[in-house]
């Protein structure tokens, strides 16, 4: 089974100040860890994935994100946030080994970045 | 530019009246999503096709159906919309990969939801 963790509803964030969204999963394998963002009345966008290698994954938009095995997680950050980077994060999951390359998602996290 | 392209983006109908919503892709992919997403929460997968092969999510109410005429083209029929159907309609597609197999972790891309309303 694999499972996500989005451990906050929403994030509150000043403009230019750096982000971070947690995410924590569980799978039985190895992970393949995603992250995406939703505006409001649109579908999800992609921003960045984790398969192998670095641990330290550069996405669009200037976001990044840190696998970290030892603790489960895959934080989504940025180093400046954007009035515009305001919207739905999801994060995602799938086992290497899952059958049907279906993805579980977090709960999601609403982020609002203040002027 | 390849992309997923869903019709309409906002969709009204009637309770009980059969409603079709679409979703098409110039991506080449061979498999494609329905997701059933309400208020914000996560998306739910409600179905999904490898090629021509159906796989129904255990929890997917008969109430939904699915067609996929061919690789571009998907349909999401809603026989009799009841007024807990309302809800943002996502389709996704993503190329397979293998169980177990290296790759590129195949991400599922979106199209950008149709919002259903039944009144």
């Known amino acids: 089974a694999q499972s996500v963790a989005q451990p906050e509803d929403q994030v509150n964030v000043a403009e230019g100040n750096p982000l971070t969204v947690k995410c924590t999963y569980s799978v039985s394998g190895n992970p393949y860890l995603f992250w995406y963002v939703q505006y409001p009345n649109r579908g999800l966008q992609f921003l960045l994935k984790y398969i192998t290698g670095d641990n330290l994954v550069k996405g669009s938009y200037g976001f990044e994100a840190e696998f970290n095995k030892s603790q489960t997680s895959f934080h989504l950050k940025k180093p400046s946030a954007l009035v515009s980077d305001s919207a739905l994060y999801f994060c995602a999951v799938r086992d290497k080994y899952n059958a049907g390359n279906m993805l579980t998602f977090g709960g999601g996290t609403r982020l609002m970045v203040k002027p | 530019d390849a992309m997923v392209i869903q019709n309409p983006r906002y969709q009204v109908t009637q309770f009980g009246k059969p409603v079709t919503l679409s979703c098409s892709q110039t991506?080449?992919?061979?498999?494609m999503y329905w997701y059933q997403q309400k208020s914000s929460q996560a998306p739910k997968l409600l179905f999904h096709?490898?090629?021509?092969?159906?796989?129904n999510e255990a929890d997917t109410p008969d109430n939904f159906q699915s067609r996929r005429p061919n690789t571009s083209f998907c349909f999401l029929d809603i026989r009799s919309p009841g007024l807990g159907d309302a809800a943002m309609y996502l389709c996704?597609?993503?190329?397979?990969?293998?169980?177990?197999?290296?790759?590129?972790?195949?991400?599922?891309?979106f199209g950008p939801g149709t919002r259903l309303l039944v009144l």
């Open positions: 991506l080449n992919h061979n498999v």
């Open positions: 996704a597609t993503s190329r397979y990969q293998a169980p177990g197999t290296s790759g590129a972790g195949e991400t599922q891309y």
């Open positions: 096709y490898y090629d021509k092969d159906f796989n």
